[in-house]
């Protein structure tokens, strides 16, 4: 068992940048790849980054590419999604995921990975 608990959520304006923090708890973590995903209201979860076990390479949705930046730290047992230039559009509920278990990190699904945290709320005003 893993538990994932997500931090750094908050209400920002355009332009202005967030990090987000997703501290596991479990000894596995850096065996794992790791993804973040968002979810609006009233809109399917989607995908937005993911970083593999070591750290070694990354892969984004496209709109957040050149603005979002996903990292880790294996000894902290920690992943980080560093948001900058954000829009109205990046407002969702944030989650981080582990234990992927698809087929390709490029594009995963939800239901690729096991484990997920409870969300931080990102709302970004116009």
């Known amino acids: 068992q893993v538990q994932l608990v997500e931090s750094g959520g908050g209400l920002v304006q355009a332009g202005d940048s967030l990090r987000l923090s997703c501290a596991a708890a479990?000894?596995?973590?850096?065996?794992?790849?790791m993804g973040w995903f968002r979810q609006a209201p009233g809109k399917e979860r989607e995908f937005v980054a993911a970083i593999t076990a070591s750290g070694g390479t990354t892969y984004y949705t496209d709109s957040v590419k050149g603005r979002f930046t996903i990292s880790r730290d294996n000894a902290k047992n920690t992943v980080y999604l560093q948001m900058n230039s954000l829009k109205p559009e990046d407002t969702a509920l944030y989650y981080c995921?582990?234990?992927?278990?698809?087929?390709?990190?490029?594009?995963?699904?939800?239901?690729?990975?096991?484990?997920w945290g409870q969300g931080t709320q990102v709302t970004v005003s116009s």
């Open positions: 479990g000894r596995t973590f850096s065996s794992w790849s």
């Open positions: 995921a582990t234990r992927f278990t698809g087929s390709t990190l490029r594009s995963p699904r939800p239901a690729d990975f096991s484990y």
